[in-house]
């Protein structure tokens, strides 16, 4: 565990925050006790006031998925399933949308695109981010998020390096469509915005945390 964390730990009426795993551990070895790590000292005091109680990561999850903008469009791409680069859109509720794009590659029965052999996952989340941008400006939403910065910040914009644009002729074609998307989308006010990977409805990456 990180030595920048800090330790909550309660025991009993016992309860206390340490500022190393070592110290936390010493206080609970052998214990009937609940213990946490956290990034601050007010969120590990927040926790204790709490009743350091502990809380399923799906709850988690799921309450971190409410907070997120409604009207937004979801996109990821992935080989979580092993079956290949899929790519994925989907509204805030994790609903697939990617056929509304009408994409040249078929759908699958997860309501996926699956790509040919040799397709990275890189190429598939710029791809997401194409049939995003047109779905929503296809039905009017002024949002779409991903997780994925070099798509967000550099191939969405045609910024694309002259490695790939020697080696991925594909990769080049695609950035300068997702590009004149991304443009037109943003000429009517439309915002493209980084999301975690752990929250976003469209994850193809399986996350845990």
Same mark, same amino acid.
């Given at each position: 565990?990180?030595?920048?964390?800090?330790?909550?730990?309660?025991?009993? /009426?016992?309860?206390?925050?340490?500022?190393?795993?070592?110290?936390?551990?010493?206080?609970?070895? *052998?214990?009937?006790?609940?213990?946490?790590?956290?990034?601050?000292?007010?969120?590990?005091?927040?926790?204790?006031?709490?009743?350091?109680?502990?809380?399923?990561?799906?709850?988690?999850?799921?309450?971190?998925?409410?907070?997120?903008?409604?009207?937004?469009?979801?996109?990821?791409?992935g080989t979580g399933r092993g079956l290949g680069t899929e790519v994925n859109v989907t509204d805030r509720d994790g609903v697939p949308m990617v056929h509304l794009a009408k994409p040249r590659f078929p759908v699958t029965?997860?309501?996926?695109?699956?790509?040919?052999?040799?397709?990275?996952?890189?190429? *598939?989340?710029?791809?997401?981010?194409?049939?995003?941008?047109?779905?929503?400006?296809?039905?009017?939403?002024?949002?779409?998020?991903?997780?994925?910065?070099?798509?967000?910040?550099?191939?969405?914009?045609?910024?694309?390096?002259?490695?790939?644009?020697?080696?991925?002729?594909?990769?080049?074609?695609?950035?300068?469509?997702?590009?004149?998307?991304?443009?037109?989308?943003?000429?009517?006010?439309?915002?493209?915005?980084?999301? /975690?990977?752990?929250?976003?409805?469209?994850?193809?990456?399986?996350?845990?945390?």
């Amino acid at each position: 565990m990180g030595s920048s964390k800090v330790y909550a730990w309660v025991c009993g /009426s016992e309860q206390g925050i340490e500022t190393s795993w070592e110290s936390c551990q010493a206080r609970v070895l *052998g214990r009937s006790a609940r213990y946490r790590g956290f990034k601050t000292r007010p969120e590990a005091q927040a926790w204790l006031d709490a009743g350091g109680v502990y809380e399923s990561r799906v709850g988690r999850k799921a309450a971190a998925r409410a907070e997120l903008p409604e009207d937004a469009i979801f996109f990821d791409a992935g080989t979580g399933r092993g079956l290949g680069t899929e790519v994925n859109v989907t509204d805030r509720d994790g609903v697939p949308m990617v056929h509304l794009a009408k994409p040249r590659f078929p759908v699958t029965e997860f309501g996926t695109v699956r790509l040919p052999a040799g397709k990275t996952n890189n190429f *598939g989340e710029l791809l997401g981010c194409f049939y995003a941008l047109r779905i929503a400006r296809a039905t009017g939403r002024r949002r779409v998020c991903g997780d994925s910065e070099l798509v967000l910040s550099w191939w969405s914009r045609n910024r694309v390096g002259a490695d790939k644009r020697e080696t991925d002729p594909d990769l080049v074609l695609l950035a300068g469509l997702t590009a004149r998307e991304r443009q037109a989308f943003e000429a009517v006010g439309g915002v493209l915005e980084h999301v /975690s990977g752990s929250v976003n409805p469209a994850d193809l990456g399986f996350h845990r945390d």
